[in-house]
C-alpha cells in the first residue's frame, strides 16, 4: 500500500481525531450557534463532494453512452440514497438535540446512540474515499492522485466539527474527558475501515466505478438533507447554518478545482 493511499485513508481520521480532541482544551459544551454553524459547514462540504468529486467524475467515465451518460450516475445516486434510508431504519441512533430515538427499538446509552448517529454517515464518506482511490490505483483517467487527495482533505476538514460536536456536549453532560473524547474518536474509526474494505473489493468496484462513485454521492446527500441540514437550521437566526453550509461548499469546490 503506497504512502499516498495510506494518506488518503486516514486524513479524514485524523480530522475526527482533532475535532474529538477540543474536549481537553476546550470548557463547556459548544455554543448552540457554534454547533449550527460547524454542522452547517460540513453539510456544504459533503455536497460539494458529492457533486465534483464524485458525481461529475461518475458521468465523465460513462460519456461513451453519450445522451445517457447521467444513466449511471442517477442509478447509482438513488441505490446510495436508499441504501442509507435502510441504514437509518435499522441502527438505533440519537441526533444531537433530540429526544426520540431513530431505528430498531434498543436498550443503548444515550452516548451510544449518538455515537452512532454520526457513525452512519461516516460510513459512505469512508466508502466514497475507498472508490476514489481504487479508480486512481488502476489508472482511471478521470481520477487523479490530486483529487482524491482533495476528496480526503475536505472530509478531514468536516470531520474535525464532528468530532468536536460528540466530544463537547459529552463532557457537558457529565462524561469525563479522556471518555468523551473516546466517543468522539471512534464515532470516526468506521471512515478508514470503510475505504479498506472498499479497497479491497477494488476487482469487483473497478467495472462498476460509475455506479460506486454515485452510490457514495446519494449516500451523502441523504445524510445532509436527513440530518445536517435540519441541525444547522433549527432554531432562531439559522441563517448562520446557512452562511457556513456555503462556506463549506466553498472551501471544499475550491480545494477539488485546486488539487484536482
Known amino acids: 500500500m503506497t504512502a499516498g493511499v495510506i494518506q488518503g485513508i ?10 474529538a480532541a477540543c474536549v481537553f482544551v476546550m470548557r463547556g459544551a459548544l ?3 457554534v454547533q449550527r454553524a460547524l454542522t452547517g459547514f460540513a453539510a456544504g462540504v459533503m455536497v460539494a463532494a458529492s457533486v465534483w468529486s ?3 467524475p461518475a458521468m465523465e467515465q460513462a460519456s461513451n453512452m453519450g445522451k445517457f451518460a447521467f444513466v449511471p450516475a442517477v442509478a447509482g445516486f438513488w441505490l446510495g440514497v436508499l441504501f442509507l434510508l435502510l441504514l437509518d431504519r435499522v441502527i438505533p441512533h440519537l441526533h444531537q438535540n433530540s429526544s426520540e430515538p431513530e431505528g430498531l427499538p434498543a436498550r443503548l446509552k444515550r452516548t451510544t446512540m449518538l455515537v452512532f448517529a454520526v457513525t452512519l454517515h461516516n460510513i459512505p464518506e469512508g466508502m466514497a474515499v475507498g472508490v476514489v482511490l481504487a479508480g486512481w490505483l488502476a489508472g482511471n483517467e478521470t481520477v487523479t492522485a490530486a483529487g482524491a487527495l482533495a476528496l480526503s482533505i475536505g472530509i478531514a476538514v468536516q470531520n474535525f466539527p464532528e468530532g ?3 466530544s463537547m456536549p459529552l463532557r457537558s453532560e457529565g ?3 479522556g471518555k468523551a473524547f473516546l466517543y468522539g474518536t471512534l464515532s470516526g474509526v468506521v471512515e478508514p475501515l470503510a475505504a479498506l474494505l472498499t479497497l479491497c473489493a477494488s476487482g469487483w468496484i473497478l467495472p462498476a466505478l460509475p455506479y460506486l462513485l454515485s452510490f457514495a454521492a446519494g449516500a451523502m446527500i441523504y445524510v445532509v438533507v436527513e440530518e445536517l441540514i435540519p441541525e444547522a437550521s433549527a432554531g432562531a437566526h439559522s441563517n448562520l447554518g446557512t452562511l457556513f453550509f456555503a462556506a463549506g461548499f466553498a472551501v471544499m469546490m475550491a480545494l477539488d478545482v485546486a488539487l484536482g
Open 164 to 166: 468536536a460536536i460528540i
Open 10 to 19: 486516514f486524513l479524514p481520521f485524523l480530522g475526527t481525531v482533532l475535532g
Open 31 to 33: 455554543h448552540t450557534g
Open 54 to 56: 464524485l458525481l461529475v
Open 175 to 177: 462524561v469525563g474527558k
